[in-house]
């Protein structure tokens, strides 16, 4: 939902991306989102760095960006001049086509610097919330979630540009979400109907009195396993290669 309001106002998410960039970031020269959405990263983030573009293919979502909150918005990363002083990619590089993140990857090799920095957030498919809830996974979405990465897997990919993790990053808000929407899912006829509620004000075709019913069980689920998820988003602190998100930090390896 494209509500200035809404994403003015910081959240828990918004201040942990905050810890990851500046943790991450060792020059302020570009900041580059690959699929920045509503602009809400840039618009928090943006102004620390000389210049900042996102990455966008949503025509709503870029028209929001650019004239509501000011932000350069591009469709293709190949017109990128500039060199990378930090790209990111939270939770779009699942989505993305296979020649979109090769394109996307090889263009970002070819204008990084050893002190570039690359910062990528996603559904672990390693996860003990995959392996617990299988499809009922939050993030198991076959329409729009193209890819399935493990730690292993994405650090394959990013050898073959000639990227190198240097660490990895729990996140509380991650976490509790996926353990939460995961058992929801279990006692839920809509994968995901608390998300998309929430964050997208989905209708799903209902009638008012069904959103109702809806919205007030799945309420009522959320406040009955709050615990379980807050308690076990803890297995996610302790094991954090198996959380069900996993954000990472890439460099340029020195050859």
Not at 88 to 93: I, K, V
Not at 110 to 115: C, G, I, L, T, Y
Not at 120 to 128: A, D, E, K, M, T
């Amino acid at each position: 939902m494209l509500i200035l309001e809404n994403i003015r106002k910081r959240n828990l998410l918004d201040s942990f991306q905050k810890r990851v960039l500046e943790e991450c970031a060792v020059t302020k020269d570009l900041l580059l989102d690959i699929g920045s959405g509503s602009g809400r990263f840039l618009y928090h983030n943006g102004p620390k760095f000389q210049d900042a573009v996102g990455i966008e293919i949503s025509h709503e979502c870029a028209y929001f960006a650019r004239e509501k909150l000011g932000l350069k918005i591009e469709k293709d990363i190949t017109n990128l001049n500039s060199v990378v002083s930090a790209a990111t990619f939270w939770h779009s590089l699942e989505h993305m086509t296979r020649v979109d993140i090769e394109r996307s990857l090889n263009r970002l090799n070819m204008k990084s610097s050893f002190d570039t920095r690359l910062i990528i957030s996603f559904p672990n498919n390693n996860s003990l919330q995959y392996l617990l809830f299988g499809e009922g996974f939050a993030y198991y979405d076959k329409e729009s979630h193209i890819h399935q990465f493990s730690l292993r897997s994405l650090d394959r990919l990013m050898g073959k540009y000639r990227f190198e993790r240097l660490r990895f990053f729990y996140s509380f808000p991650y976490s509790i979400f996926g353990w939460l929407q995961g058992f929801i899912n279990k006692f839920n006829p809509i994968h995901d109907y608390l998300y998309y509620r929430r964050k997208r004000g989905e209708t799903f075709d209902k009638s008012e009195h069904e959103l109702f019913l809806l919205d007030a069980y799945n309420f009522l689920l959320a406040l009955f396993f709050s615990m379980p998820a807050a308690l076990l988003s803890l297995t996610d602190l302790v094991c954090p290669e198996r959380g069900g998100v996993i954000t990472t930090c890439y460099r340029r390896k020195k050859e």
